[in-house]
């Protein structure tokens, strides 16, 4: 049972990297970055805490080359919170109200990002 568990997890990953290949284009991200990328996607509404803190790299990316937020949710999926279109909300637990990664954003940027109330 354990091997077929391990195995549909795999295959998702796998299919879920190849299938939607095209969230990547003109991001210069590699191959880890995109792995880290569907692992934060398949473990949002559980514990994403540990799996939040392996995208700091695609994050750093796009404040340093200046992407637009028009491509997170591509690359992380929709933010479970926007307020007035300069911070998005992330929870990184199955609560609605503690650990939550906080993304700054303006002139249509993202320029910084923290993780708060994970304790």
Do not use: H
């Not at 080359?65 to 690359?75: H, N």
């Not at 479970?80 to 637990?93: D, H, K, P, R, V």
């Amino acid at each position: 049972m354990k091997k077929l568990i391990s195995y549909s997890v795999f295959s998702s990953i796998l299919f879920s990297t190849s299938f939607c290949k095209f969230n990547w284009v003109g991001l210069n991200l590699s191959t880890n970055d995109v792995t880290n990328c569907v692992n934060f996607q398949l473990t949002r509404g559980g514990n994403c805490i540990s799996d939040f803190e392996k995208l700091k790299p695609v994050l750093d990316k796009f404040i340093e080359l200046r992407y637009t937020i028009d491509r997170l949710p591509e690359v992380l999926g929709v933010p479970n919170q926007t307020i007035e279109g300069s911070t998005l909300i992330y929870n990184l637990n199955a609560n609605t109200v503690g650990c939550k990664a906080i993304l700054k954003v303006k002139n249509n940027e993202l320029i910084s990002y923290s993780v708060e109330g994970c304790n």
